[in-house]
């Protein structure tokens, strides 16, 4: 029993190593695209933060930290190895959707800042299959530096809006952003 249990998380980790590797890009946008190769290469001997509420997981540098809120894991927080832990490089903030089922456009105009409306300078961008929008330098978006500028992805999956603040270290996030994998509604069955 326990040798079956063994076996197949050795091939569940083998799977989610190949898939890191696979030739389709996560992020479909000129400006975020990163080849397979390239992104091998990058994210070899990177860390592996999985949320299993929001059924995603990414690749993040050695030396950086990632910190998930409790066992929801509505917010984690991406920290580079010189930044303090209140201050993160990059926010992913989850919000559940398989009730209301909003669109990006809808979900904004709930929020208190409807970027959707607000923010003309944004690009169409896909990530790891799920579609979105990148708003570039959007302000108020951290509370207690609201002139500060950041950039927002936002996707929306089958049941939920994720949104992505990068606030430094765009060029190590774009490689964050690559490595993203969604899991959708399958579920792995160890027997």
Not at 4 to 18: G, P
Not at 63 to 89: I, K, L, P, R, Y
Not at 155 to 184: A, H, Q, W
């Amino acid at each position: 029993m326990k040798k079956n249990i063994l076996i197949s998380a050795f091939v569940c980790l083998f799977l989610v190593s190949l898939s890191a590797c696979s030739n389709k890009p996560a992020v479909n946008n000129s400006s975020w695209l990163m080849s397979a190769s390239e992104l091998a290469k990058a994210v070899n001997n990177w860390k592996i933060l999985t949320n299993p509420a929001f059924r995603y997981e990414f690749r993040y540098p050695q030396n950086w930290s990632a910190v998930m809120s409790g066992e929801d894991g509505v917010v984690v927080n991406v920290f580079s190895a010189d930044q303090e832990t209140s201050d993160e490089d990059l926010r992913i903030v989850s919000y559940t959707n398989w009730k209301q089922n909003y669109t990006i456009e809808e979900f904004y105009e709930k929020q208190y800042q409807n970027l959707y409306k607000v923010y003309v300078d944004r690009e169409d961008i896909e990530i790891a299959g799920a579609k979105g929008f990148w708003f570039k330098k959007v302000k108020n978006m951290i509370p207690d530096k609201p002139d500060l500028e950041v950039d927002v992805i936002t996707v929306k999956t089958s049941d939920s809006i994720i949104e992505f603040i990068i606030k430094r270290n765009p060029e190590i996030v774009k490689t964050i952003l690559n490595s993203l994998k969604f899991y959708g509604n399958n579920s792995i069955e160890i027997k």
